[in-house]
């Protein structure tokens, strides 16, 4: 699976953007996604995760009820909705694919097969 992340920019603290994952290679149903971050100097981090059958979202506490992740199989790409930025907010946001995750493993970086190149987000105060 190749995935390419985009949608990432430059905006104000309150704002909103919407970060998209394209993948090409194969399908993406039945395969787990997740959206992680790294901001400079720290580790990467868990940010959003889809499981394999699209039926359940995983959020961590710092995002959650700002951002949705949601995936269009039909387009084979996955969404991460970013609403009411914050500058802690600002990273490299990288989208992640495995298809054999089970859910207790979403939330872990190492555990994906599959990474885009990340796209820069950078939320102004």
């Known amino acids: 699976v190749q995935l390419q992340a985009s949608g990432g920019g430059v905006v104000q603290a309150g704002e909103s953007l919407r970060l998209s994952c394209a993948a090409s290679?194969?399908?993406?149903?039945?395969?787990?996604l997740g959206w992680f971050r790294q901001a400079p100097g720290k580790e990467r981090e868990f940010v959003a995760a889809?499981?394999?059958?699209?039926?359940?979202?995983y959020y961590s506490d710092s995002v959650k009820g700002r951002f949705t992740i949601s995936r269009d199989n039909a387009k084979n790409t996955v969404y991460l909705q970013m609403n009411s930025l914050k500058p802690e907010d600002t990273a490299v946001y990288y989208c992640?694919?495995?298809?054999?995750?089970?859910?207790?493993?979403?939330?872990?970086?190492?555990?994906?097969?599959?990474w885009g190149p990340g796209t820069q987000v950078t939320v102004s105060s």
């Open positions: 889809s499981s394999r059958t699209g039926g359940g979202t």
């Open positions: 992640a694919a495995d298809a054999h995750l089970i859910t207790s493993s979403l939330t872990n970086a190492i555990a994906y097969d599959y």
């Open positions: 290679g194969r399908t993406l149903r039945g395969v787990a």
